[in-house]
Each structure stands twice: as C-alpha cells, then as structure tokens.
C-alpha cells in the first residue's frame, strides 16, 4: 500500500479519509462493474483499498506483520456469487466503511479529544459508502428494544400471519418498517423486509435472518435468549 505521507492533524486526517472514501465510492458505483468482475470467487483472498490519490485497487492483503496500517476486511471476493449482487456489493460497502473509520483514527490516535471529536464530526457530514451505494439519506439507526428477553422480530409472513405474539396492531408494523429500515442481516448483509421473518440477538443486539441462522418462528417462540453464532462460538472458547 503506497501512502504518500502520514497525516497528522485533523484537517489533514480528513483531506486522507476523504480521497480513500471517494475511491471507494467510484469503484462501488462508476466503476463497478470492473471491480465486480476483479472480484473473482476463483482467487485468493482479495481486499478493496482506496488509496489517498483517489485510486482503487483489488489485490491481495499486505504482507507486513503487523500492517502498516488497518487492514480492509479480507475475502471479499468468496461471497460475491452466493449473494445477489446489490446485497453484495452493500456488503463491501458496510466493511469499507469500516475500514475507513479505523484508517482515520489510526492516524488521529494522537489527536487530543476535541481534535477527534472535530474529525469525526467533519468525517459524518459526509454520507457514508454504504448510503452512497443503496441510495440512501442519512437517517437515525433503528432503536432496539433491549428489556424483552428475546428480541424476536416481528415480522409478517407473505400470507400476513403474525410470527410474533408481540405485536398489537397494524400500526405497529407500519411504525416497525420505519424504525428498522437501515438494519443490516448480520449473517448475509442484506437490507430489512417486513415480509421476512428476523431474530435479533439479545448479546451483540445485531439482527438476523431467520433463515440465515437456522431459526424459525417457531423455535424462536421457546427461545428466551437468543445468542447468534458468532456469540455462541465466542463463549464455547472461553
């Protein structure tokens, strides 16, 4: 990874997060066709970097051990056809996020408080990747509801069945659509539907497809506290 110069105060924090963000952007969108087609299940692991010249590239990981800097999340190119391709690339996009936020405050780590608080506030005027990519407006995260003791969703079937005795009116679905409309499945990525059932789980609070971690309606009924696979596989280590 080629890096120019290391940026040390906020203004030139934000000049470095802002040509990588708009790298990515590019290859996400105007170019994606040619980063979709970079990004073959065939090869090694890939990543997506945007580098401070406005540049994008789908290469390997560094080599370096430690990295000199954050690394971008690895393999991206595995899941490209097991997933459908906006979902996908919405996927890329939340990861890079990510990644530029880490890049960012990599470099800020000596920054004072109001230095950093300044950044962040420069870097969250911009919408983020993933807003870009779904064509999305910057909107509140949906609240979540931390007192039950199961976080089930409270979806409706195609037929309009409840899968919840949770619900009380069709107001609340309307209400519940709202709330929810940016939450991401934390197994496969894809965006929330009121027509598909969803767990949420009550230790790192990310939501899930029902179908994507094995969990039907039924079974979630008897679940009263629900532990998605990435918790339940973190506790059986220690």
Known sequence: MDIASNPHTVEEIFKDYNSRRNAIVRALTYDVDEFYNLCDPEKENLCLYGHPNETWEVTLPAEEVPPELPEPALGINF??????????????????DSWLLSVAYYFGARLNRNERKRLFSLINDLPTVFEVVTERKPINKPSVDTGSKSRISTKRSSEGQAKSNQRLNDESYAE???????????????????????????????????????????????????????????????
Not at 218 to 224: P, V
Request: aromatic share 8%; glycine share 10%.
């Open 79 to 96: 899941a490209r056809d097991g997933m459908n391709r906006r979902d996908w690339l919405s996927l890329v996009a939340v990861h890079t």
């Open 176 to 238: 519940e659509d709202d709330e929810h409309g940016e939450t991401l499945c934390g197994s496969c990525g894809g965006n929330y539907s009121a027509d598909e059932f969803w767990i949420g789980c009550d230790i790192c609070e990310r939501w899930y497809h029902g179908k994507c971690v094995k969990i039907t309606p039924a079974k979630a009924e008897n679940i009263r506290q629900y532990k998605c696979p990435a918790c339940s596989t973190k506790k059986g280590r220690q």
